[in-house]
């Protein structure tokens, strides 16, 4: 019989919520944590999950095998037993209504809230203000009407952001980009990954985003080292690269991870970096974040590593350093 690793208490691996003023008087949530600083950290993290309860094929909860897969998702990553969960946003389709929330996200991925830390989607946004998204989560989603927030997770410093920048911007200047770069200017660990709904690279349908360029930006300027997003419903990991797109050892590793459980879609245009694609398997992105290093997988509902690698954290700036020969040749869907 497997033998069934300690659940550590919530409270333990996330502390109190605190205010911090940055900047002109910005105020925005940051939640410091408390976990024990030598022990690696098991996040899970997916975007792109849960049916509406009046779909077609929401079929009590449990869908078909292409559609509204967001129970067998939530089973897996339940069986991983992980530290914390990092939901990419479009958490809850069509409109993110607070009912919809209770009658279809919570009885699956619910299951997960207490060690859950979300990014808000823009189906969120289809309810205005994302209003059902901030009454399901509370404060734990950062301040409402911003939805940006960071904390700690063992070693690594984490930050989510809001990528709905119609809503918040992200442009040079903005409030968010103006909270990140104090963020990450207070918080100077060897080890920084963020998070968000709209990939700044993808393969997917819906393509690079160069309006999260200058978060990018920032996150580089501060040795970042991974980043995680949704939207496209795939998989999809890239080699490290600067905001511009040009490979670099020194930039930031991402992956887009939208396979949560609504449905798959094809790929477009291959883009510049790519590594690795999957758009057949729903599942999720687990990662191991130790004290200089990280690892990561990505598993199918089924229990099958599809994906995994990985490397040490980011010692010297990107774009800094003769660091321009890419990784090993890019190789398509397993
Ligand atoms: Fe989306």
Same mark, same amino acid.
């Given at each position: 019989?497997?033998?069934?690793?300690?659940?550590?208490?919530?409270?333990?691996?996330?502390?109190?919520?605190?205010?911090?003023?940055?900047?002109?008087?910005? *105020? #925005? @949530?940051?939640?410091?944590?408390?976990?024990?600083? #030598?022990?690696?950290?098991? =996040?899970?993290? &997916?975007?792109?999950?849960?049916?509406?309860?009046?779909?077609?094929?929401?079929?009590?909860?449990?869908?078909?095998?292409?559609?509204?897969?967001?129970?067998?998702?939530?089973?897996?990553?339940?069986?991983?037993?992980?530290?914390?969960?990092?939901?990419?946003?479009?958490?809850?389709?069509?409109?993110?209504?607070? #009912?919809?929330?209770?009658?279809?996200?919570?009885?699956?991925?619910?299951?997960?809230?207490?060690?859950?830390?979300?990014?808000?989607?823009? +189906?969120?946004?289809?309810?205005?203000?994302?209003?059902?998204?901030?009454?399901?989560?509370?404060?734990?989603?950062?301040?409402?009407?911003?939805?940006?927030?960071?904390?700690?997770?063992?070693?690594? +410093?984490?930050?989510?952001?809001? /990528?709905?920048?119609?809503?918040?911007?992200?442009? *040079?200047?903005? &409030?968010?980009?103006?909270?990140?770069? @104090? $963020?990450?200017?207070?918080?100077?660990?060897?080890?920084?990954? @963020?998070?968000?709904?709209?990939?700044?690279?993808? /393969?997917?349908?819906?393509?690079?985003?160069?309006?999260?360029?200058?978060?990018?930006?920032?996150?580089?300027? +501060?040795?970042?080292?991974?980043?995680?997003?949704? +939207? $496209?419903?795939?998989?999809?990991?890239?080699?490290?690269?600067?905001?511009?797109?040009?490979?670099?050892?020194?930039?930031?590793? /991402?992956?887009?991870?939208?396979?949560?459980?609504?449905?798959?879609?094809?790929?477009?245009?291959?883009?510049?970096?790519?590594?690795?694609?999957?758009?057949?398997?729903?599942?999720?992105?687990?990662?191991?974040?130790?004290?200089?290093?990280?690892?990561?997988?990505? =598993?199918?509902?089924?229990?099958? *590593?599809?994906?995994?690698?990985?490397?040490?954290?980011?010692?010297?700036?990107?774009?800094?350093?003769? #660091?321009?020969?890419?990784?090993?040749?890019?190789?398509?869907?397993?």
């Amino acid at each position: 019989m497997k033998r069934r690793r300690k659940r550590r208490s919530p409270a333990g691996i996330f502390g109190l919520i605190a205010l911090s003023v940055v900047g002109a008087g910005l *105020v #925005a @949530a940051s939640v410091a944590t408390q976990l024990r600083a #030598a022990e690696p950290v098991t =996040i899970v993290a &997916v975007g792109d999950i849960a049916c509406s309860p009046t779909h077609v094929f929401f079929n009590g909860g449990a869908g078909t095998d292409t559609w509204c897969r967001m129970k067998a998702t939530s089973d897996l990553a339940l069986s991983l037993e992980p530290d914390a969960a990092l939901v990419l946003g479009d958490l809850q389709y069509e409109d993110g209504t607070l #009912a919809a929330f209770q009658r279809s996200y919570d009885t699956n991925w619910g299951r997960l809230k207490e060690i859950t830390r979300p990014a808000v989607g823009n +189906h969120e946004y289809q309810t205005k203000g994302a209003k059902g998204y901030f009454d399901y989560f509370g404060a734990v989603a950062g301040i409402r009407g911003l939805g940006f927030y960071s904390y700690d997770l063992g070693d690594w +410093h984490v930050v989510a952001l809001n /990528s709905q920048c119609s809503e918040v911007g992200c442009g *040079v200047g903005s &409030v968010q980009e103006q909270w990140l770069r @104090a $963020d990450l200017a207070a918080n100077p660990k060897l080890c920084t990954l @963020a998070y968000w709904h709209h990939p700044r690279f993808s /393969s997917g349908g819906h393509g690079n985003d160069d309006d999260l360029q200058p978060l990018w930006q920032a996150l580089q300027d +501060h040795e970042a080292d991974v980043v995680l997003a949704g +939207h $496209d419903h795939n998989y999809e990991r890239f080699a490290p690269q600067r905001a511009d797109g040009v490979f670099d050892r020194n930039g930031i590793r /991402s992956f887009v991870v939208g396979s949560g459980g609504k449905n798959l879609d094809p790929f477009r245009k291959i883009k510049a970096n790519s590594v690795v694609r999957n758009n057949t398997d729903f599942g999720v992105l687990k990662m191991t974040l130790d004290r200089r290093s990280y690892s990561w997988q990505f =598993i199918n509902v089924d229990g099958e *590593v599809k994906d995994k690698g990985e490397a040490d954290c980011v010692t010297e700036p990107a774009g800094r350093s003769a #660091a321009t020969t890419p990784e090993p040749t890019p190789r398509p869907t397993p």
